[in-house]
C-alpha cells in the first residue's frame, strides 16, 4: 500500500484494457498451422513488430522484412492495413473498471508501447473508452518506449503526477518497477477481478 492517497490511475493499454496479438490476424490467412507457427516465429514477429512500438514506420519495416523474406511479402503487407485485427476485443471486465474510475471522478492516464500510425485510427475506434482518460502517452508519438525511464519521467511531467500519487497497472513485471523507480504505484496486471479488488483496497472505487 501507498503512504498516502492514490489520486489516479495509470493504465498500459496491450494486455490490460485490450487483448492484442499478430496471430488474430494471421490465423486467417494461413490456414495451415505449421506454417503459421513458422511465420509468427520468423517473420512477423512480435519483436519485430516493437519496431513500430518506438517510432518506426511501417512502410519502412514491412519493406526490410520482404527483403528479407519476399515469399511472404503479400503476408507482410497485410499487417500494417489489417492492424485492427490483431486487436480481437477487450479484456474481459477491464472497460468495466475504466468506467467505474471515471464515474467516480479518479483521473485517468495512460502510457502504451503503440505505434503512432496504428494509434490514431484503433483510438478513434475505441473513442468511448479512450475519450474517459485525460492523457495517454504513446511511445511511437514520443520515439521512446516502456520500461524506459524516460517515458515514465515525461509521463509524471506530462500528467501532473506527483510521486506516490498514481497507481500504475502494467501486465509485465519490468514495466512496473521503472514505473515504481519514476514515483508511481505499480501493480502488476493479471485479471480485471484482481485489479478491481485492489482498487477497492487502495479506496479508489466502492466494493
Do not use: C
Amino acid at each position: 500500500m501507498s503512504a498516502k492517497p492514490l489520486r489516479a490511475v495509470v493504465f498500459d493499454v496491450g494486455h490490460v484494457l485490450y487483448d492484442w496479438h499478430p496471430r488474430y490476424l494471421y490465423a486467417r490467412l494461413i490456414s495451415d498451422q505449421a506454417a503459421l507457427e513458422d511465420f509468427l516465429a520468423r517473420v512477423v514477429t512480435v519483436e519485430w513488430h516493437f519496431q513500430h512500438d518506438a517510432g518506426r514506420p511501417f512502410a519502412e519495416t514491412s519493406a526490410e522484412l520482404a527483403a528479407r523474406h519476399p515469399e511472404h511479402a503479400d503476408l507482410i503487407a497485410q499487417f500494417g492495413p489489417r492492424f485492427g485485427e490483431t486487436i480481437p476485443g477487450p479484456i474481459p471486465g477491464s472497460p468495466e473498471i475504466v468506467e467505474t474510475l471515471d464515474a467516480a471522478g479518479v483521473p485517468l492516464f495512460a502510457i502504451t508501447n503503440f505505434s503512432a500510425e496504428f494509434w490514431a485510427p484503433f483510438r478513434a475506434d475505441h473513442a468511448a473508452l479512450f475519450d474517459r482518460f485525460r492523457d495517454i502517452l504513446v511511445s511511437g508519438e514520443e520515439k521512446m518506449v516502456k520500461p524506459d525511464p524516460a517515458i515514465f519521467d515525461l509521463a509524471m511531467r506530462r500528467f501532473g503526477l506527483a510521486p506516490g500519487e498514481a497507481l500504475f497497472v502494467d501486465d509485465r513485471a519490468e514495466n512496473v518497477a521503472a514505473g515504481e523507480a519514476a514515483g508511481l504505484i505499480g501493480h502488476v496486471f493479471r485479471d480485471a477481478p484482481t485489479l478491481r479488488a485492489d482498487l477497492v483496497a487502495r479506496g479508489l472505487i466502492a466494493a
